[in-house]
């Protein structure tokens, strides 16, 4: 069963021709519009952003292209394109061009990048910015995934930023995913993120900027409890929703120091920073030891297709340290 089964569209029986114009400027079609030279003339547009797999600039002389080899998938991550769409459709609108963005109905990929353009560009929340899509092309539904990504981008402010927890926890996720074999990034998507180096990064701590003058934050860090040496700072925890407690599990594996109902984790979870050993040699679990090679005390364990904690969740992926293994330490700003 078609997508369009699903959500019950009725799709025009030309779809040449089904081209909805969202602003005077900005038009969002199927694949039909963008292969259909004269009504690309009688709508003076100049611009095609399409997004698709094997997707062909079929007419390069009269229009600019900029394509985007993209699956209709929840599992796509279509939310790292968001930055260079707008600056393709802005500089182009702001030129005084016309620009058409499709994708092969003019449903989800392509409407998901026209709502991010409007939620940048005018400010706007997703819901507002998904009615006003909607108001002209009433046939748009981003697939459940995409969704997800445009809520996340609304929390960013439209930013793609490296500090909020959540993004973070999303590449995570994606890298995991790659590393378990789900899926393989292209060459320009594992670029985008330097493969792990985003993410996988050392934790000391950096020198203040002597031109900054605004008083630095205190941080809470961690540090290995039988050696004293830096684990990780604050930014590097991850967090995530309690489960049922000891109750979540069989019997035979609960911890019978925890009450059944305990919903404090028993672990601490972390980022997979550098130093821990074989998270970036190709291996999918390990454990977690001090990188003092004086030390070397087993702190947690760590798996990119997950693990339950103590607090009955599923995490995935798990990289987690024991608590009664470290202490947490707090660098105070001196005044």
Known sequence: ??????????????????????????????????????????????????????????????????????????????MRYFPETYRFIDEAVKGNGRVLVHCIAGISRSATIVIAYFMKSESIGLYEARQKVKSKRRIIHPNSGFIKQLKLFEEMRCELDMSHQQYRQFLMTKIAREKMGKFLMDDSERASISTLDTLITPTTSSQPDPSDDRKPASTRRLRCKKCRTDLVSEKHLVVHESGAGQAAFGYRKRDMTLTPTASQCASYHIEPVEWIKGVNDGELEGKIVCPNPKCEAKLGAWSWAGAPCSCGAWVAPSFSIHRNKVDESFSVPVE
Not at 46 to 75: C, M, W
């Open 1 to 78: 069963m078609s997508l369009l089964q699903i959500h019950n569209v009725q799709m025009p029986s030309d779809c040449s021709s089904d081209l909805s114009q969202i602003t005077p400027s900005l038009f969002l079609s199927g694949v039909g519009p963008a292969q259909n030279l004269p009504l690309l003339k009688e709508n003076s547009i100049t611009h095609i952003l399409g997004i698709g797999l094997r997707l062909k600039a079929r007419f390069p002389n009269e229009v600019t292209y900029k394509h985007l080899s993209l699956e209709d998938d929840p599992q796509v991550d279509i």
